[in-house]
């Protein structure tokens, strides 16, 4: 497929205007530096997009807000990123001047997914739900689903009942749920645990949560090319995923690959990772089937790992990235358009 001919809904990028920065999001402070400690909003986002880009929309996930679990509803920034994702929707009408948005651009974000106690069970997640919706100028039509850090969770913490509750009361007050696990820095017992999660809320074969597994797990993708298929790492991901894979209301996000790789100054060109992550790809492809998977660029994310200007070539590089790598794997144009769009507009009920 031509890259100009492709549409796109990006349905992962993270958003933050510089005045929510210092005390709002979980893992960047002053100190602890980092290359995204700095307005990163949807301005800055359609300029690091080619002039061709085809970008018609994005999904807005949430960016791992910092709160207390100790405290009792301490959900004040999480409410103030929903308030924020409002505020890009509408366009500008109440736009505070230098928040990183204009009434054209804004008019781009289709949806949010949202951070929820899931941890917590049902009657918080209620709870919740209720104060989040009463935020400034709240558009509920915005909201689509909600997330939940696992990569970050210790062992066994997200099998609990209350936990599988909280991921069910999502399905049954229409929204889907977004797993983001991390095979790469947390190994076997991670994933399978993931699988059994997946497994759990699936045992009632009425349960209605969608579920979607963001940056396919996290696989590592540092091993060698001829390496990949022999080694037990690849295997012991495959699996897991195949696992996943088998319940019809798992999702796939093909997003954010480029932040597994080894570090990027040793490419010279787009297509010298595609032998990296092709395996990968290709389990995916086959699990899921085209009808079950979504690009997402995980940006600005991405820009972490970078070979120059922190980034900015990085989403038009793992744009290049996955053509090559559905070329080689001759995904049809039809099958491509599902993935980079067509898949997003159903799960995320787009209609903006």
Request: hydrophobic share 35%; charged share 25%.
């Amino acid at each position: 497929m031509n890259e100009n001919n492709v549409n796109i809904v990006d349905t992962h990028i993270h958003l933050w205007p510089q005045s929510h920065i210092a005390n709002g999001i979980n893992w960047m402070s002053e100190s602890k530096p980092c290359s995204l400690y700095k307005q990163l909003c949807v301005n800055e986002y359609v300029d690091c997009l080619p002039s061709q880009h085809n970008v018609s929309s994005f999904i807005f996930v949430e960016a791992d807000r910092r709160y207390n679990e100790e405290v009792d509803q301490d959900w004040s920034e999480h409410c103030r990123e929903f308030e924020y994702a409002c505020q890009v929707a509408e366009g500008g009408k109440n736009n505070t001047q230098g928040e990183g948005f204009n009434g054209e651009n804004g008019k781009m974000i289709v949806g949010y997914v949202a951070w929820a106690p899931i941890n917590k069970g049902s009657s918080v997640c209620d709870q919740y739900l209720q104060k989040l919706l009463q935020v400034k100028n709240s558009d509920p039509s915005l909201l689509k689903g909600f997330r939940y850090l696992i990569q970050d969770k210790p062992d066994g913490s997200f099998l609990s009942e209350k936990f599988i509750e909280g991921v069910q009361w999502c399905g049954k007050n229409n929204f889907h749920f977004e797993i983001c696990l991390d095979y790469q820095n947390r190994g076997e017992l991670h994933i399978q645990e993931a699988a059994q999660l997946v497994k759990k809320v699936n045992q009632d074969s009425q349960q209605q949560t969608l579920l979607v597994i963001d940056h396919m797990g996290k696989p590592d993708l540092r091993l060698k090319p001829e390496e990949i298929e022999t080694s037990p790492v690849f295997q012991i991901w495959k699996k897991n995923i195949e696992e996943m894979a088998s319940f019809p209301k798992v999702y796939m996000k093909l997003s954010g690959l480029l932040s597994y790789l080894p570090p990027l100054s040793q490419f010279k060109h787009a297509k010298e990772i595609v032998p990296f992550v092709l395996p990968y790809v290709k389990v995916v492809l086959k699990a899921f089937g085209s009808k079950r998977i979504m690009w997402g660029s995980d940006w600005p994310v991405l820009n972490m790992n970078f070979r120059k200007e922190e980034g900015k070539e990085n989403w038009e590089m793992y744009k290049t990235v996955t053509l090559e790598s559905f070329k080689q794997l001759e995904v049809s144009e039809h099958d491509q358009q599902l993935v980079f769009q067509g898949n997003a507009n159903y799960v995320y009920k787009l209609t903006r």
